[in-house]
């Protein structure tokens, strides 16, 4: 990007060049590998469960993949006109307190763009195509979904995404919570198309309550860049340097000398750097700067007391990928423990074994009942007179 030709043009277009300018980087580069290898994988039932921070780079990352498919399908998508390469859809936040389901999937239909998806529901094949008959006026939850597996089944995109996820776990109680994501799971199963989850860290979360679920799924941490790793400080010093040298101004700003501040507001986050420069960027050109300075940066970044919430929750997710100590110590001592209450027969002697089976009478034949009408020994007192 020409910082000159750049600074010549208008400030409208200098702020949306700026905003639209997006940059690779190694932390984005690992994640889209691990989102590319689970798409690819054998098993395409799978769901990918991508976290991180908010602000570093999510939705990035499923447009960048989303890009790459279209283009590895180019050749195939011109002879298989019914295929469409992929699905994108948000999931929106509930307004009485609890996700809508319909909703989900009344954006998810709109996704694929087929005329009148939402209404359609398949009765039965004719040469091995599909007819159908239409919704009633009052859609049922049920009859969206069975709509949406019909045209995952027939138009078979490669993935399906659903960015900001983490709205689907709004829901009354813990079970509740674990049954949204088996919805999509098994949803993932019925398809064979693998259905990746986009938000923060309670995402993940909620998912390691569920085993089969946390077996079934693969993890994608979208990790941000730390300040106290060598490598990771290098890195993130040379994204900075990228943006700073493609700023729409007439003198590119040396931002290097503010790495630290750039690490205190942004948390190591790329998202947060890039929406913290737009803005600095567009308080420059207000002000008519010729380049952007620490005011800008200063009066346009996160507060200390954002900052810190943010952090908080990185801090917490970020346990949910290492190894902690205390639970593997935990899980040495489960699996070398023997069940409670149990004991094995082979380390038994003979004469435990007798005095088990007189304990049990469940081990012997049992005891013939009386014939009908023959009163019990215990129903006549010992020495009562007969009348």
């Known amino acids: 990007m020409s910082n000159l030709v750049n600074y010549l043009s208008s400030d ?15 932390l984005l580069e690992e994640s889209y590998s691990a989102t590319m290898d689970l798409i690819h994988s054998a098993d395409c039932g ?6 991180g921070p908010t ?5 990035t990352l499923m447009h960048a993949v989303v890009k790459k498919i279209v283009l590895e399908m180019t050749e195939e998508l011109k002879t298989d006109r019914e295929r469409i390469p992929c699905i994108t859809t948000m999931a929106a936040p509930p307004e009485n307190g609890v996700f809508s389901w319909k909703l989900f999937y009344h954006r998810a239909l709109n996704a694929v763009e ?9 009765i039965f094949l004719l040469n091995g195509k599909p007819l159908y008959r239409q919704l009633s006026s009052g859609e049922t939850v049920d ?25 689907i776990l709004k829901a009354g109680s813990g079970k509740k919570l674990q049954d949204q994501l088996d919805v999509l799971k098994t949803l993932a199963d019925e398809t064979r198309v693998p259905i990746v989850l986009l938000g923060t860290y309670p995402l993940l979360s909620q998912h390691a309550l569920n085993g089969q679920l946390a077996r079934r799924s693969s993890p994608i941490h979208m990790r941000r860049y730390r300040s106290n790793v060598p490598a990771e400080h290098r890195q993130f010093a040379q994204v900075v340097k990228t943006f700073s040298d493609n700023m729409p101004v007439k003198t590119a700003p040396d931002l ?25 960027l567009n308080l420059a050109i207000k002000g008519n700067s010729a380049t952007v300075t620490i005011e800008h940066l200063q009066k346009t970044a996160l507060s200390p007391a954002k900052c810190e919430i943010i952090l908080q929750e990185i801090l917490e997710g970020e346990r949910l990928f290492y190894d902690d100590e205390e639970i593997v110590n935990r899980i040495h001592s489960l699996l070398s ?3 409670t209450g149990f004991t094995s027969f082979l380390q038994m002697r003979t004469p435990d074994l007798v005095q088990l089976h007189n304990a049990n009478p469940i081990a012997t034949s049992k005891a013939k009942k009386p014939k009908p009408g023959t009163r019990k020994p215990s129903r006549t007192k010992a020495g009562t007179k007969k009348s």
């Open 256 to 280: 290097i000398p503010h790495l630290p501040f750039l690490f205190e507001r942004t948390l190591g986050c790329v998202g947060i750097l890039k929406e913290t420069l737009v803005r600095a």
């Open 114 to 122: 087929e005329i009148a998806s939402n209404r359609k529901i398949p």
């Open 55 to 59: 602000g570093v780079g999510k939705t």
């Open 46 to 51: 799978k769901l990918g469960i991508g976290v």
């Open 337 to 339: 423990r023997p069940p």
């Open 12 to 26: 409208a277009e200098r702020k949306a060049l700026f905003f639209k300018y997006k940059i690779t980087h190694p």
């Open 143 to 167: 009859g969206l979904r069975e709509s949406l597996v019909e045209i995952l089944h027939r138009r078979r995109p490669l993935v399906f995404f659903v960015d900001e996820a983490q709205h």
